[in-house]
């Protein structure tokens, strides 16, 4: 998959992409990511990328010319038979898994980082496919959700993920994660859950699925909505939703 991040701020994405997970998919060969500097499609002397709005107001709208140019060009040196343009924007659809899982499908993204005083609506109207938000709170650029993008869809994509991580993924899938440990057996008291020790993976599994099936009914009940459970889940939740009970050991939050 190629990526190309369109801003005016390159600086700011330099980082995330040279370092830890995203770095291991560039030298895997999994992602080609480009940092594309808007300005670089400026012709003028000051290299302007932005302008005041028509009817007045604060803040500075981001020109259409330049993005119009940026993209274009990255479309014509595309090996890509499609190209999806995405604009990252408080105004976008909220990210998450499911949209992740649809992007990694692609071959090659363009990410306009948006500005939060705006984008010229010409850009919306005529060059974007998809408008993506992270989440309802203000940013003052579309730079750290591109990263927050980024980062999702590249490990979804086949090889990022040791084989097990990802089929352990799947089949909690939707659910929080049961809670991990590490050694020590004992630390400051606090002992690991004799069942991980035990050695018979049975009742591991069925120890982290009831794990996971508690902690989303006590942190995100929202989420067991859209889950199939089987009959003996079903049952548990209603056993633990009955005692409003934190259980065996492990806190609440
Ligand atoms: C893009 N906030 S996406 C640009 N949640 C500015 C702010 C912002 C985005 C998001």
Redesign the pocket.
Known sequence: MRIDLVTIFPGILDGPFRESMIRRAVEKGLIRVNLVDLREFTHDRHRQVDDAPYGGGTGMVLKPEPVFEAVRHLKACSEAEKQLVIL???A?QTFNQAMAQKLAAEKHLIIIC???EGVDERVRESLVDREI???D??????EL?AAVIVDAVARLLPGFLAEEAAQNESFTEGLLEHPHYTRPPVFEGMAVPPVLLSGNHGEIDRWRRRMSLKYTLERRPDLLKGIALTEEERAYLEELSKKGDSGSGNPGR
């Open positions: 990252t924007s408080p976008g948006g500005r939060y938000s992270i989440g709170y203000v940013l003052t650029g579309g959700p």
